[in-house]
T-cell receptor, first 110, second 114 residues
Framework: AQRVTQPEKLLSVFKGAPVELKCNYS??????LFWYVQYSRQRLQLLLRHISRESIKGFTADLNKGETSFHLKKPFAQEEDSAMYYC????????????FGKGTRLSVIA | NAGVTQTPKFQVLKTGQSMTLQCAQD?????MYWYRQDPGMGLRLIYY???????DKGEVPNGYNVSRLNKREFSLRLESAAPSQTSVYFC?????????????FGPGTRLLVL
């Protein structure tokens, strides 16, 4: 069963426009949620985790338990944000590997 | 520190051939993982090793075997390669599976099976 959904395969926005990459999950309980990013010719790396409530490179993500969502947002997109973004929940038990979504490719147009 | 290293970077196989993908980490991590990345399918977990001496199946284990050789090394073997195994393979490691969720990825191995 699909546990994490990233509905957009590709998202194109203009530089300076707001961007929102959607992620919905279908776990019961309280999973931990992460966003990973893969820039061109670079390794996949952790962008942010919901438990830290942090802002990394201007990105934030709020866990909405009611909507079971963890959308990634940035108010003003930059060209260097162009990358592949993966939402990754971890089952509520905690002692299991991450499960990655299918990913959304963000393209920021100058 | 090199982090997570993978060899080879690129490989072409004929259907039925076998090969082993190597992965090593120098961060003293307990847990290691093998993923495959395919267009439109995202990252799918093949096998993982929560700690030295243990291995577990992931989402797509069929056609693969793994060996946790020691704490540093985790290899992935294709006994009889099939075209459906054409993919980019990523190895990753983390302190533990129950840690803070930070996984460190290798650069990937691009495999083409003809």
């Amino acid at each position: 069963a699909q546990r994490v959904t990233q509905p957009e395969k590709l998202l194109s926005v203009f530089k300076g426009a707001p961007v929102e990459l959607k992620c919905n999950y279908s776990y019961s309980g309280s999973p931990e949620l992460f966003w990973y990013v893969q820039y061109s010719r670079q390794r996949l790396q952790l962008l942010l985790r919901h438990i830290s409530r942090e802002s990394i490179k201007g990105f934030t993500a709020d866990l909405n338990k009611g909507e079971t969502s963890f959308h990634l947002k940035k108010p003003f997109a930059q060209e260097e944000d162009s990358a592949m973004y993966y939402c990754a929940p971890r089952l509520p038990s905690g002692n299991t590997p991450l499960v990655f979504g299918k990913g959304t490719r963000l393209s920021v147009i100058a | 520190n090199a982090g997570v290293t993978q060899t080879p970077k690129f490989q072409v196989l004929k259907t039925g051939q076998s090969m082993t993908l190597q992965c090593a980490q120098d961060m003293n991590h307990n847990s290691m993982y093998w993923y495959r990345q395919d267009p439109g399918m995202g990252l799918r977990l093949i096998y993982y090793s929560a700690s030295e001496g243990t291995t577990d199946k992931g989402e797509v284990p069929n056609g693969y075997n793994v060996s946790r050789l020691n704490k540093r090394e985790f290899s992935l073997r294709l006994e009889s390669a099939a075209p459906s195994q054409t993919s980019v393979y990523f190895c990753a490691s983390s302190h533990n599976t129950a840690g803070d969720g930070t996984q460190y990825f290798g650069p990937g191995t691009r495999l083409l099976v003809l």
